[in-house]
């Protein structure tokens, strides 16, 4: 099974600032990853596909890199509406669907 | 598209937990999407429970950690797909979602609301 590792676990920012998540895979899954938003109470939101696709919708302060085991997921500058929680999620490997632990991206 | 999940939210050690997931603005018989059900708790995370698609004919897949009491199973005439979870324990308090995977590199790009089921005696 692919282990996800998210670093760092909590990341503090304020708005207009640069954020840089990391998701680490136990294996190369290749491109097969996915970032998703996840504000309290609601259901996660796929903001990244393959890597490095944005989802229709997303604004393009969201964006995506890395292939293999690392991956990058950065947001050029800040809005308020960003801080949330942030999941990354492979889809190479048996289990199909195993997700990271998240990082917290807090003001 | 959208999906609209509906089923109890309390249960006791040993009932069996049924939710629904109604699909609108797509096909659960969709010959490109899966479908599929995940739970989330501080416990476990995010943790994909099973999924159903149809290629030509119906498939099924369940995580190892819940086969043999799960089901998930599609209807076509109203458009849903239900789980079933039998012999439910404290450990299956979770929130848990239903989600379409478009095409397998697509992401799961949408989810349901949630719903909250808790365990408890």
């Known amino acids: 099974e692919v282990v996800l590792t998210q670093s760092p676990a909590t990341l503090s920012l304020s708005p207009g600032h640069r954020a840089t998540l990391s998701c680490r895979a136990s294996q190369n899954i290749a491109k097969y990853l996915a970032w998703y938003q996840q504000k309290p109470g609601q259901a996660p939101r796929l903001l990244i596909y393959g890597a490095s696709n944005r989802a229709p919708g997303i604004p393009a302060r969201f964006s995506g890199s890395g292939s293999g085991t690392d991956f990058t997921l950065t947001i050029s500058r800040l809005e308020p509406e960003d801080f949330a929680v942030y999941y990354c999620?492979?889809?190479?490997?048996?289990?199909?669907?195993?997700f990271g632990r998240g990082t917290k991206l807090e003001i | 598209v959208q999906l609209q999940q509906s089923g109890p939210a309390l249960l006791k050690p040993s009932q069996t937990l049924s939710l629904t997931c109604a699909i609108s603005?797509?096909?659960?018989?969709?010959?490109?999407?899966?479908w599929l059900w995940f739970r989330q708790s501080p416990s476990r995370g995010l943790e994909w429970l099973g999924r159903?698609?149809?290629?030509?004919?119906?498939?099924?897949d369940y995580a190892v950690s819940v086969k043999g009491r799960i089901s998930i199973d599609p209807d076509t005439s109203k458009n849903h797909f239900s789980l079933q979870l039998k012999s439910v324990t404290l450990e299956d308090t979770a929130v848990y979602y239903c989600?379409?995977?478009?095409?397998?590199?697509?992401?799961?790009?949408?989810w349901g609301q949630g719903t909250l089921v808790t365990v408890s005696s």
């Open positions: 989600a379409r995977e478009f095409t397998p590199v697509s992401g799961l790009d949408c």
């Open positions: 999620q492979q889809r190479d490997d048996w289990p199909p669907y195993t």
């Open positions: 603005g797509d096909s659960v018989s969709s010959n490109l999407a899966a």
């Open positions: 159903t698609y149809y290629r030509s004919e119906w498939s099924k």
